[in-house]
């Protein structure tokens, strides 16, 4: 089928969230608008500069990357929003990566860099020893709920039980960014798995660089798209760009917003895809801290769960760096971010003293000063709160539980599903690779491209 202006950009909505339409270089428009520098608009102006297209990139922020993005505001790097090459056994961009000679680490668990605390005390061995024993109990029973074809909700799946309680919500709030009853069980055992890595320039810096000389329209909203008419107009506040069709890249909290309109309206198919998904919240809160390591080894993780509905994982000396990271997701981490920069400083900074010991005298956030006292002595201290606190409507895709998904087991709410998963293309992180998904990835216009290139 010919691609048409109006096919073009109807196929570039409905995957309009990460998974931009690739097109021949017969096909392809003369003039074509990417409205989104994130991994996937760049990807999508990359092809199309190599098909000799004109291009004109719109970003609303003041930089590019949109969620893949390496924070420097402390003097050093750490990612505050994407940070892992997830699965990257065929994850493109570890092929860039190491194209490009960046340094990379696979990510694995190593035994005694895990300590849990509640509220700054350590757990006993025998607390700990149950609530590794819950993990593995809870991951048994998401594969026997998901083989006997009845979804459940993470919630609902470990109710009536104290530990699974724990276990579900570290899980879906720390990895998954959202609360229990909100997760899908079969969603979640779709997931696709394998080698992680991290970049430890940043995978924001990697993103950056893949960018290469793509030009970009830095702070320019888009906030209309006509395309009922010859070819497409986007209107900015300043001003509009015609062109001959547009690709849409913006995150789905972005689109079910309203704030970016189609004129005329997107197909009700593709609104349903759309408000069929939901967005996680990852928060992530650096501390740059000068002096004493507290003795933690480079890489430790500290998980304080005294608070069931918000566990905290601080993340100590990545690449053996003065930061610690703490990390909070779901509506913990929401809260938080609407508390603002300051309180979200404080909060990490309490979590950190109430294990180490001592007590913040004084603290302001962004890149400023503050001192900590306390054993060993006193250390310099600057701060950041990073995340979706400054995003656009969102951190991670996922699918929404409960949408219309209660019907599961009716073949047709299944159909329902798979079509949600079409229409919103790489958003929701659909392969094709059989009964799997690839959700929280940054690939998605980068793997269309290279599976779809001639």
């Known amino acids: 089928m010919a691609m048409t202006r109006r096919t073009f950009v109807a196929a570039a909505a409905a995957g309009a969230v990460a998974g931009p339409a690739v097109v021949r270089a017969a096909e392809a428009p003369h003039h074509v608008v990417v409205i989104g520098a994130g991994a996937a608009g760049l990807a999508a102006a990359r092809e199309l500069l190599r098909l000799r297209r004109q291009v004109t990139v719109l970003e ?9 993005h390496t924070d420097t505001s402390l003097g050093l790097p750490f ?7 997830h699965w990257a056994e065929d994850n493109p961009w570890l092929r860039y990566a190491r194209e490009s000679g960046a340094s990379l680490v696979v990510d694995r668990w190593t035994p005694g860099a895990v300590r849990v605390f509640d509220r700054g005390a350590a757990v006993p061995a025998e607390r700990a020893a149950r609530r590794r024993a819950s993990f593995g109990s809870l991951s048994r029973l998401t594969e026997d709920r998901a083989a006997s074809g009845e979804d459940a909700s993470f919630a609902e799946l470990s109710a009536g039980d104290a530990e699974l309680r724990l276990a579900a919500g570290g899980l879906t709030r720390l990895a998954l960014g959202e609360d229990p009853e909100r997760v899908s069980v079969a ?9 992680d890595y991290l970049v430890e320039e940043g995978y924001g810096h990697l993103v950056a660089r893949y960018n290469g000389a793509v030009p970009v329209r830095l702070g320019t909203a888009a906030t209309a798209v006509h395309w009922d008419g010859a070819g497409v107009v986007v209107d900015t506040a300043g001003g509009s760009v015609r062109a001959d069709a547009a690709v849409v890249t913006v995150p789905v909290g972005v689109l079910q917003g309203g704030t970016l309109a189609f004129k005329p309206g997107l197909p009700a198919a593709t609104c349903e895809a ?30 304080d769960i005294g608070d069931a509905d918000n566990p905290v994982d601080l993340e100590l000396w990545s690449f053996r760096r003065d930061l610690v990271v703490a990390h909070l997701g779901g509506d913990g981490a929401r809260a938080l971010c609407e508390a603002g920069e300051p309180a979200a400083v404080a ?9 180490v010991g001592g007590r913040p005298t004084r603290l302001r ?13 006193p250390r310099q201290l600057f701060a950041r709160a990073a995340g979706p606190c400054g995003g656009a409507g969102g951190a991670r895709s996922a699918g929404r539980w409960p949408p219309d998904l209660r019907r599961r087991g009716d073949r047709r709410a299944r159909g329902d599903d798979r079509r949600r998963r079409d229409a919103c293309g790489h958003a929701c992180g659909a392969d094709h690779r059989p009964g799997q998904v690839r ?15 001639p």
């Open 187 to 195: 969603d979640y055992v779709r997931l696709a798995s394998g080698t």
């Open 60 to 68: 609303a922020r003041e930089r590019i990357g949109g969620r893949a």
């Open 365 to 377: 956030a962004g890149a400023s000063g503050g001192l900590v006292d306390g054993s060993p002595g």
């Open 347 to 355: 909060f990490a900074l309490d979590k950190l003293t109430a294990i």
């Open 274 to 303: 759309i408000d069929g998904l939901a967005m996680g919240a990852l928060t992530k809160i650096a501390l740059r801290l000068q002096g004493n390591r507290f003795g933690f080894a480079d890489g430790m993780d500290l998980f």
């Open 79 to 85: 990612d505050a929003g994407a940070a892992y090459i």
């Open 439 to 453: 959700l929280m990835n940054v690939d998605g216009g980068l793997r269309t491209l290279y599976r779809q290139r």
